[in-house]
């Protein structure tokens, strides 16, 4: 089975610091996903790669960048930290979307105080 | 643009009835449909993929069928368990942009 490891389950950081948030797969996979979830509105799509050192932004990527220097790790990157972006942040990988659907990660459940 | 919508948004049965939570789309130009399932507080684990070509698709006691033309899933999960209680996820991938779309999902509760 496919493994998508995102490397901390709870993060509490304060506003204006830089975070990380780490996203690692197992199995080779071109696409990786990064999505925030919210109550009310669900999961939104910030930023997905569909290779190394490619980057497409989402429906929400302002306040965000990422990072793929390695195929198999994806990185999140919210420059200066502020309370709007306190949620749950989910990563998810693929070896072919449209046949083979998405594996998530376990989530990172990131507070800014 | 897609959107998707999940109902009841929260459904409580008790241990060993058979339920169905659905799911519909607006945009019939889909991949595939996919369901999921989020325990509180975790990730999300895929349940079933409906390529857009397949009806159906079953694993264990669950059954997920397909209705493109219609817009609309449905899951089946026979037999209740306390286990299966959790948030129900469906997405669809669509053909512009190959991207996922979520519903906001329906909260099972399982009462033993």
Request: hydrophobic fraction near 30%; charge should be neutral.
């Amino acid at each position: 089975d496919v493994k998508v490891t995102q490397s901390s389950r709870y993060l509490v950081k304060r506003t204006g610091e830089k975070v990380f948030l780490e996203c690692v797969q197992d199995m080779d996979h071109e696409n990786m996903f990064w999505y925030r979830q919210d109550p009310g509105l669900g999961l939104r799509l910030i930023y997905f790669s569909y290779d190394v050192k490619m980057k497409e932004k989402g429906d929400i990527p302002e306040g965000y960048s990422v990072s793929r220097e390695k195929k198999e790790r994806f990185s999140l990157i919210l420059e200066s930290a502020s309370t709007n972006q306190t949620s749950m942040y989910l990563c998810a990988s693929s070896l072919n979307p449209t046949i083979r659907g998405y594996t998530f990660g376990s989530g990172t459940r990131l507070t800014v105080v | 643009k897609q959107e998707v919508t999940q109902i009841p948004a929260a459904l409580s049965v008790p241990e060993g009835e058979n339920l169905v939570l659905n799911c519909s789309f607006t945009d019939s130009a889909i991949y595939n449909l996919q369901w999921f399932r989020q325990d509180p507080g975790k990730g999300l684990t895929s349940l079933l993929l409906i390529q857009s070509s397949q009806r159906e698709q079953t694993s264990g006691r669950l059954n997920a069928s397909l209705d493109k033309s219609s817009g609309r899933s449905t899951l089946y999960i026979a037999a209740s368990q306390p286990g299966d209680s959790a948030t129900y996820l469906c997405a669809v991938m669509e053909t512009s942009g190959s991207r996922l779309t979520f519903g906001e999902g329906t909260q099972l509760t399982v009462n033993p």
